[in-house]
């Protein structure tokens, strides 16, 4: 019993020194022991939602024609995501009805040109042998007066007859005269009024050219075209080769795929990030491995809210450091700006 309650002490001994903790300790220990700073935590990250958008772009829309109901029958549409050059056709509309007005128009206009010719011609010719009818009336009163000169040698009864026949040659050139001047006023407002309305029939020939013109829809720059979306048969579509479309109507996109940007709005407690050089990454919903890096590019001055809402916010664009082949407008995006040091955003 002696030896094995010796035997229970060295035990309980040895079990007690192993319990001791060391005094050097673990390095880790050591370091936090020794003041050195803790780990630095990550800055808050502001998460924005917005659209992609192209930064030089154009909405085609169906042509105003002039003078017509404008309703027009779409013959030939560029196949969607076709690239063009400025300049380049896109679209046509069915030109048979303005053919039509265009020619007789132009037949309108050529026939009454050749009536304000043939009004010139005459006018010319009426007052040409009006001054020769003048230039006769005139020179019987000259004859007359002449006649008239020859009294002392004369009977009084041829004496009285010439100063007669001198008193009807002065009224009959004096008549001429005033009844000319009127002629060729009225002569010269009947050419008026035929060139008027030459002059505007030659304004509806050039409106009917114009429409012609119109119906030829080309692009006004150069990039990707996309179809714009129209409302047929109770569904939103595609405008296609056949459709009856009225003026005003969306028909196609065009929008430069080298350059684009996403538009977002930032709230106002956030908008302390938003000044130059902040960078940010984008991510597209539709390609979620998709990563993009973009930097802001400008904002609105002046945060907005929606009606009876104190929320405020702006409207900011970050535009993107590269082109992607999978970028497209209206594409929703996420973009990410990572807080500068020294922002007050940063926590």
Known sequence: MRKLALLMSAVVLVSCERATPSSTGTPAAASIGAGAPESSHGQREIRLTGAVEAVHSSKVV??????????????????????VKEGDPIAEFDPTAELDRARDAKAK?????????????????????????????????GKALLDVEKAPILAEIIKLQNEVKAGVAREHVESLKKSNALHDKSDAAALRILELQRDRQKVALERAQGNLD???????????VAHANVYRNGSMTHAQEGDQMYRGNALVSIFDPSEMQVRCAVGEPDGVVLVKGTRATVYLDAYPDLVLSA??????????????????SFTAVFKLD????????????????QPRAGDGSAK
Request: hydrophobic share 35%; glycine share 4%.
């Open 62 to 83: 169906v042509p105003q024609l002039t003078g017509q109901n404008n309703q027009m029958t779409l013959t030939a549409l560029i196949p969607n995501g076709s690239r």
């Open 322 to 337: 590269k082109a992607d082949p999978h970028l497209m407008p209206d594409l929703s995006a996420a973009v990410v700006i």
């Open 214 to 224: 119109k119906l030829r829809v080309k692009a006004p720059l150069g990039g990707m």
């Open 109 to 141: 206009y050529e026939d009454l040109g050749h009536q304000v010719d043939q009004k010139v011609a005459s006018n010319r010719a009426d007052a040409e042998r009006r001054q020769s009818d003048l230039k006769q009336a005139e020179a019987d009163l």
């Open 295 to 312: 930097h802001f590019e400008y904002s609105s001055p002046i945060a907005t809210s929606a009606l009876s809402s104190p929320i405020k």
